[in-house]
């Protein structure tokens, strides 16, 4: 695993916007053109069999707390429980996830969380890297069928659903980076054969009379791709109006389990001293005076305490009334003073794909950069 | 839950990723791809009217307007179709129930009116969305 510096591409910005990837360069500079990650075949076979072995625990983790009816542990209230329940005993099919690696090409790669319901990052993992090595390195190979295998998701979708059925595709107004996700999410699931409309989460309707969400159009809302947390969903004021009689969501509601970050401690009970996996607990006692302190509920690196004994760093964000887990420090790795995280991406319940965000800071962010990477 | 089977995910040199959405025009612009297509129910006046049309358990007697109510139906590629059997089995109306031969401004024979709901008038809206205020989204 090396970070190099490359040539930047001639109109790589015009390029990425004819192909929809219009943020980036959001917050000053987003995408990291000129420079790149290159990996063996070797730790690209070991990285993929990580996330799958990974991903299967996380299925093992899951029916633990169903079966144990651990949803208080993990902060989940009856509503949501009966929601799990319902959406695991039907089978309801995850399109994605991204698990995120402290990973420096030698050592084994320790997860540091599951983004199991609104993974960001996507297009560019899928599309923009896949583009630029094609015009960079196109005798070498990346670790990348994120788009074929979403699209095998869809094909399965499209089989559990009614002939007649739109799926519809929400985020929130005004947030360009999801409602480019959105659209390449409903630009797969078109190409899928399933018919497909947009709608923002603030138009979506609720009509007493049928008992059912309606898009702007007064037609009924029966499935739905939602980049909008499941956490979100069941707080807002129509959350009492989900029942799993009246939408089918994507990501399905056992999804929850895995994005929640209770879900790291119930690992480490479960499978510990795994060789990929951090000491993990709900209070910090077993990790004496080092450990970094998370929200179960948080995003995007925010309200992370980083304690070193007395040397404390935290981070700023709105998240910090909730529960929180307590993790075992893992350093990330430094390549010309900047940390790099590995994003291993699980897509039709197979490991995929891969990008690579890094920071000066060893918090990952949302304004973290995404820097492509290829193999050889 | 059915476990997923692991299995070697290969690599590929020769993908090409063909996107129609995307790239178009629509990007960020309201309404993207909307259809005009609105939800419709026949009004009776009486049970037996609406019932040679649709299922006695889809005939609502309204107490507003002294009548019975078919049930709701959409228009989905231009055809109509409604959901006796719950939400994700929608039937296309048969022969012998109003709805099937009807046309823009018709009603079925024994309907005395129809009720065309269009954008944003039974539902209420903005129940969703407001914990975004203060978060991001992605994760």
Redesign the interface.
Known sequence: MKRLEVKQREGWQKQFEELGFTFHSMDGCYWSEGVCYEFSSGQIDYLEAVTQELYDMCIDAADHVISNNLFPKLGLDEHAAALIKESWNRDDISIYGRFDFSYNGKDQPKLLEFNADTPTSLYESSVAQWVWLEDMFPEYDQFNSIHEKLTESFNAIKQKMPIVATMYFSCVQDMEEDFVTVEYMRDVASQAGIETKHIYMEDIGYNEELKKFTDLDERPVDYMFKLYPWEWLLADEFGKKITPDVITFYEPAWKMLLSNKGILPILWELFPGHKNLLPSYFDSKDLGGNYVKKPMLSREGANIEFRRGEKVITTEGTYGDGAYIYQAISELPSFEGRYAVVGSWIVNNLACGMGIREDESFITKNTSNFVPHYFR | ?????????????S?K???????SAC??AS?????????EKQIYASKEACEKDWDSKDCAYQQDDRRYHGP?Y?F??GRP?Y?PH?????V?TRPGQGAYNLKPGDTSAGAVSRIS????????????????H??????
Not at chain 2, 4 to 12: H, L, Q, R, T, Y
Not at chain 2, 17 to 23: F, H, P, V, Y
Not at chain 2, 117 to 132: C, Q, V
């Open positions: 839950m059915i476990k997923p089977v692991a299995g070697k995910v290969g690599m590929k040199k993908r990723i063909a996107l129609t959405l995307i790239a990007l960020m309404g993207c791809g909307d259809d005009e297509q609105k939800t709701h959409y989905i590629g179709w959901y719950g939400y994700n089995n929608p296309e709901s269009s954008r944003s008038s039974s539902s209420s809206r903005g129940g969703f969305g407001s914990s975004s203060s978060h991001g989204v992605g994760s």
